[in-house]
């Protein structure tokens, strides 16, 4: 009995210690681009841990929303969706070169929710709330993908997830002695942070100025960013969309749009011309 508790001690160190290891360490996860992102990340879980559960997370979602039959029914708003995605997602080798070999996925759910979302790995939904209530133009449907896109270049969500994960480090040695699954929180802890919790404001505003240069890279518009937060704000009146719950304030945010589409506005029009 003796030598087991042992064992169990001593493993749960090994484990407990890698942890503390892995919070220690810091990335880059982007390359600045024109808008200058440059910003260093703590994580405690990989990349790759992160990718998995996320994929499993949108083909459950994937599945679910099929059965009930609001997956992808609107065909030409679905081929519209897919085409601003597509010249996006040509322009994300810019922040980071291994994006380009991601397998992205973009579906439309039927939806009245004005929201939308990338999880990490490049698994994108938006919801038909978002186009048919605000109206978008093409240039605003960029602006909202960009902006989750970047949330998924950025890591994010991983970056989230090892702040809550190196918390909790205490609870994970009780649970490798007394012979719990040690890593059995992560996938929850990773739906959480993508569907549900909140991000900082500096995530945030890191996904605003990197989705507006996508847009102007892809040839959208990056002025079209400050009308479609306008819309978004209208739309919410004294109680804003769950889509700008953590988002800065309106005014501020529209002078960091206004900043950040004046410098990215000549990649616009370069790409424009082509």
Not at 29 to 55: D, L
Not at 183 to 206: I, K, M, N, Y
């Amino acid at each position: 009995m003796k030598s087991r508790r042992y064992q169990r001690i001593r493993w749960a160190a090994v484990i407990v210690a890698g942890y503390l290891v892995a919070a220690c360490q810091t990335v880059q996860t982007t390359q600045p681009g024109a808008v200058g992102i440059t910003r260093t990340q703590s994580m405690a879980v990989s990349a790759q841990e992160i990718e998995k559960a996320s994929a499993q997370s949108y083909s459950k979602m994937i599945k679910e929303a099929d059965s009930r039959n609001t997956l992808n029914r609107d065909t030409i708003m679905l081929a519209r969706v897919q085409g601003v995605a597509r010249r996006l997602i040509a322009q994300t080798p810019v922040f980071r070169s291994d994006a380009s070999h991601w397998r992205w996925e973009v579906n439309l759910f039927q939806s009245e929710q004005v929201n939308a979302f990338c999880m990490a790995g490049g698994k994108i939904g938006i919801y038909s709330g978002l186009i048919s209530k605000l109206q978008l133009t093409d240039s605003e449907l960029a602006a909202v993908m960009g902006h989750e896109m970047a949330h998924a270049l950025r890591e994010h969500v991983r970056e989230q997830v090892s702040l809550q994960y190196a918390a909790q480090l205490p609870g994970i040695l009780l649970a490798a002695i007394t012979g719990s699954q040690v890593l059995s929180q992560l996938g929850d802890l990773v739906t959480d942070v993508t569907l549900g919790l909140p991000r900082s404001r500096q995530a945030e505003s890191e996904a605003d100025e990197m989705g507006v240069e996508l847009a102007a890279r892809a040839g959208y518009d990056p002025n079209a960013a400050i009308a479609l937060w306008q819309k978004m704000n209208r739309l919410g009146g004294a109680r804003p969309p769950e889509f700008l719950s953590t988002h800065p304030s309106p005014a501020t945010r529209e002078q960091d749009l206004a900043r950040t589409a004046s410098m990215v506005y000549p990649l616009y029009q370069r790409a424009a011309k082509h």
